[in-house]
């Protein structure tokens, strides 16, 4: 059974940094890409961040590109997501997730939407609150 905890979430000025975790468990990390999702009330959620299963393909939804990076410990089963310049815009839940399949990579904005439809593994979400 796949199992993933994040951490790391909290409330923060704007302008701030914040760091999330997720862990795994049950899977084989190493070959799994992993990513970010996250959803804000009263939106659909949406992608954030992925890193492939070696870490070195990554992938970032426009609006968080200079400000977000995701990066991932193979040795410790664990994703971050390290957030700076905080933007009241970025408040939402957090949503780790495992990719589709071992290998497998999101290369295309179809590969993102069928990620994001919930299909597979999913973290409880952790809440991410940024003040103005």
């Known amino acids: 059974q796949v199992q993933l905890v994040e951490s790391g979430g909290g409330l923060v000025q704007a302008g701030g940094s914040l760091r999330l975790s997720c862990t795994a468990s049950?899977?084989?990390?190493?070959?799994?890409?992993m990513g970010w999702f996250r959803q804000a009330p009263g939106k659909e959620r949406g992608f954030v961040a992925a890193i492939g299963a070696t870490g070195t393909g990554k992938k970032y939804t426009d609006s968080v590109k200079g400000r977000f990076t995701i990066s991932r410990d193979n040795a410790k089963n664990t994703i971050y997501l390290q957030m700076n310049s905080l933007k009241p815009e970025d408040t939402a839940v957090y949503y780790c997730?495992?990719?589709?399949?071992?290998?497998?990579?999101?290369?295309?904005?179809?590969?993102?939407?069928?990620w994001g439809q919930g299909v597979g593994s999913w973290g409880q979400g952790i809440q991410v609150t940024v003040s103005s």
């Open positions: 997730a495992v990719g589709l399949r071992a290998y497998w990579f999101p290369n295309t904005e179809a590969d993102v939407g069928s």
């Open positions: 049950g899977i084989t990390f190493s070959s799994y890409a």
